[in-house]
């Protein structure tokens, strides 16, 4: 499989939220505002790329029944690397996240990545299998976070259009059921345009 | 080498290494965010405060019920000219998510609150988060603490000890007006013991 093509499997055909349903719960848990979909999916895209490359890195010398707890290491290393970056860094948008920072160690896409890809291939193609995944992750977030925001605080970005006296917020949309409201008509949308595709072309 | 010799080995040098760049940019990082922390709490200190330029921080243990210590510490704001304007200190209560901590200014007469500013919530978003809207703080300015803080629903407050809850949201309101309560009484024990002034350690960070 060519690099681009691998990069391009994360975005789209084995997307992490969208195809794989694998990281659910920072997708439902953060993207009540479009700005801290986009920190929680770059900031997961940061610890992907590195413990990917450095999963396949020592691939061959890490003995298989000890695979996974050194996965986890690795990782977690990364994920309190990247929470000392916010901190320092980006104190708001450290808060704004909150416990969901350190989480990161237990998103499975992360996890699956290292398991399913990284373990088995030489380093440029699981970097590039990470930055697809990585990246893929991050639209659906920011995608989910957008429409969250525009609907539960008429703003997007911080930035409000839509002031509380012209437009009443729907409070839902950026409470917990309407993350679940949201991904589930996305995904499902999502679907039936697949398959209305799929269909067509038979 | 044995396969148990070779899976140990593996997850030790896969941990130390780990740990040791963490401990190395922990320490790298380590004045940044101790600046940022102390950077929210001198800017918290300032908006409940009006007029302060400067603050000097009294810290006292008292113990707790428990048998345990808790240490308090208040914020002696001053102005430009060396004077009291009032004091700050951190109150914290269960909301109705998780712990409220809040940033409360008192006024030089103890008689009443020069603000209030939330620090930490983490309140229903859209109903009991409003908690930190000035529409809501702004009430805690000039407002009687004695005998205590009430609070009424959906009409203007009478008394000068209340203020008005928020509609949907009255847990949270009740849960921030109880913490001032209890954190009032405390300092205000504290300021009494000490008097003005005494013993009151200078901080530091506080230009």
Redesign the interface.
């Known amino acids: 499989m060519s690099l681009s093509k691998i990069f391009k499997t994360g975005l789209w055909n084995n997307n992490a939220v969208i195809k794989l349903l694998l990281g659910m719960c920072p997708t439902l848990a953060v993207t009540n505002s479009a700005i801290n979909g986009l920190a929680m999916g770059l900031a997961s895209t940061f610890v992907v790329l590195c413990s990917s490359s450095f999963v396949s890195v020592i691939r061959r010398i890490v003995p298989g029944g000890v695979r996974i707890p050194t996965y986890i290491v690795i990782i977690a290393g990364f994920v309190t690397l990247a929470d000392f970056f916010l901190r320092a860094f980006f104190p708001a948008i450290s808060k704004a996240l909150g416990p969901y920072v350190p989480l990161i160690v237990v998103n499975c896409m992360i996890m699956g990545r290292a398991e399913a890809f990284a373990s088995k291939n030489p380093i440029l193609p699981s970097f590039v299998d990470a930055a697809g995944m990585g990246i893929g992750f991050t639209w659906v977030l920011v995608v989910l976070g957008s429409v969250r925001e525009v609907l539960g605080n008429g703003s997007i970005f911080n930035f409000v259009f839509a002031p509380e006296s012209v437009y009443t917020p729907w409070i839902i949309m950026i409470l917990p059921a309407g993350a679940f409201i949201s991904l589930g008509l996305m995904i499902g949308l999502i679907n039936y345009f697949s398959m209305r595709k799929a269909r067509a072309a038979q | 080498m044995n ?1 148990s010799a ?2 140990i080995i ?2 030790t040098v ?2 130390l290494v ?2 040791g ?2 401990t190395v ?2 320490k790298s ?1 380590e004045p ?2 101790e600046h ?1 922390r102390l950077e ?1 709490e001198k800017k918290a200190i300032f908006a409940v405060l009006d007029g302060a330029s400067a603050y000097d921080t009294i810290s006292k243990d008292i113990a707790l019920a428990s048998g345990k210590k808790r240490t308090v510490r208040i914020f002696k704001g001053k102005d430009a000219n060396g004077n009291i304007v009032g004091y700050a200190f951190v109150a914290n209560g269960p909301g109705f998510a998780g712990i409220i901590s809040m940033m409360v200014g008192l006024n030089v007469d103890k008689e009443s609150l020069a603000g209030m500013k939330v620090l ?1 919530q ?1 309140e ?4 009991g988060n409003k908690i930190v809207e000035n529409k809501f703080t702004d009430q805690f300015k000039g407002l009687k603490i004695k005998p205590k803080i009430g609070y009424v629903k959906l009409k203007k407050p009478e008394q000068p000890t209340d203020i008005q809850a928020i509609t949907g949201a009255t847990i949270s309101s009740v849960a921030v007006i109880n913490a001032i309560n209890n954190e009032v009484n405390v300092v205000l024990g504290i300021l009494a013991e000490e008097g003005d002034g005494a013993a009151a350690v200078k901080a530091p960070e506080g230009k």
């Not at chain 2, 229903?124 to 109903?127: R, V, W």
């Open positions: 396969l070779r899976m593996t997850l896969t941990a780990v740990g760049i963490l940019f922990y990082v940044r965010i940022n929210e930490d983490v229903t978003p859209g109903l």
